[in-house]
């Protein structure tokens, strides 16, 4: 039996490309200037497509592909990829999830104690040589017992929570629909939650449903002594509004490893000594990127030698059987 043909939509490791090509035939994505010879070629035979979350996969793509069955994307997020589409058009879309819940949820804590604690600032003081000429720097803040808003509690927001806990922490949460499964506290209201609490964790997905949720009313609600951080969706933060806000004072520090435009940063955030700027690499370790592209394989091997994939999305489970 002739092996399915899987394209390769955007970069993938040569790691990679050698595990999907003990079972698939790879057809490689040649760019947009090159799209329409190659889609006149291979497009009829095309079953399946590896992307990575932050690159997706447009509708027209989709559409062009008339044998395609599943899109099997790398990474938790999958905003960039209309699985309602798809799953209209009886295409499976999976992601990885779980693999990367306790690397982010570590980065999520390093970045946090990162700016509650002044690490960055006081490593710069250090070899500046000011600890010998000015003495010791001011006083910075701990965690313990303070309260901690999570937007979002999914599955990596539920691993920052309980490890919030370790450090004493007390966790609230919002998300559009209250958890049965936990006992920490949920406000429907978000604007309520951060008016509440010392420290704001975004960790919720990006798109049209989550965009600018966090705007100037939770910012101001958080206020000059609410710390901020970041590791979900550059999207869901009207961004122009936390650079002014850190800028005039109305919110005390932020740690962001995502933006709105990225890889570009605001260039005001790159001087303010109260804000941690990490390049988006929440999941960005050895060990779990290649548990991610493990599961990536995997989605497409099962899918086509069993009719079922690991893990699909939610828009697309009842295309399983």
Known sequence: MARPQILLYGPMS????????QHFVIR????SEHAEPFLAEHAPSIAGVATGGDIGLPNEIIDALPALRIIAGYGVGYER???GHAAERGILVTHTPDVLNDEVSNTTIALLLAVTRRIVA???YAREGRWAREGSPPLAHGIAGKRVGMVGLGRIGMTIAQKLGVFGCEVVYHSRNRRDDVSFQHYPDLIAMAGGCDILIVITPGGAATRHLVDR???DALGPKGTFINVG???VVDERELVAALA???LGAAGLDVFEDEPNIPPELISMDNVVLLPHVGSATVETRAAMAGLVID???SFFEHGKAITPVPECRHLQP
């Open 14 to 21: 040569g790691e990679v490309r050698e595990r999907l090509a």
């Open 28 to 31: 490689e994505w040649p760019g």
């Open 81 to 83: 990829i209309d699985a």
């Open 122 to 124: 006081y490593d710069r």
């Open 217 to 219: 009313p939770v910012i």
């Open 233 to 235: 969706r550059g999207s």
């Open 248 to 250: 005039e004072g109305r």
């Open 299 to 301: 989605n497409l091997v």
